[in-house]
C-alpha cells in the first residue's frame, strides 16, 4: 500500500455549487474567539477567509475540482 495521495475528478453540478455559494454566503458567524491561538477551534477569521468568494474553495469549482490543497485542517 502507497502512501501517495492521488488527485481523482470530482464531478460537482454547478446548480450544487451555487447553492453551496448561496448558503456559505448566509452564514451566521459566532462571536470571535476570546484567545489568540487555536485552543477553542479554528480562528474565526481563518473559516471566513475559507469560504469568501473568490478563496481555495471557489478557484476551481467550475465541475471538476481535482483536489483541494493547502489547507491548515
Known amino acids: 500500500m502507497s502512501n501517495l ?3 481523482f ?7 450544487q455549487l451555487d447553492d453551496l455559494a ?3 454566503v448566509q ?3 459566532p462571536d470571535p474567539e476570546t484567545v489568540c491561538d487555536n485552543s ?8 471566513r477567509a475559507l469560504v469568501e468568494p473568490g478563496s481555495l474553495l471557489f478557484k476551481n469549482a467550475p465541475d471538476s475540482v481535482a ?3 493547502g489547507s491548515p485542517y
Open 40 to 47: 477553542q477551534g479554528p480562528q474565526l477569521e481563518s473559516l
Open 27 to 29: 452564514t451566521r458567524w
Open 9 to 15: 475528478p470530482l464531478h460537482i453540478p454547478q446548480a
Open 5 to 7: 495521495i492521488e488527485p
Open 67 to 69: 483536489c483541494l490543497s
Open 22 to 24: 448561496q448558503r456559505l
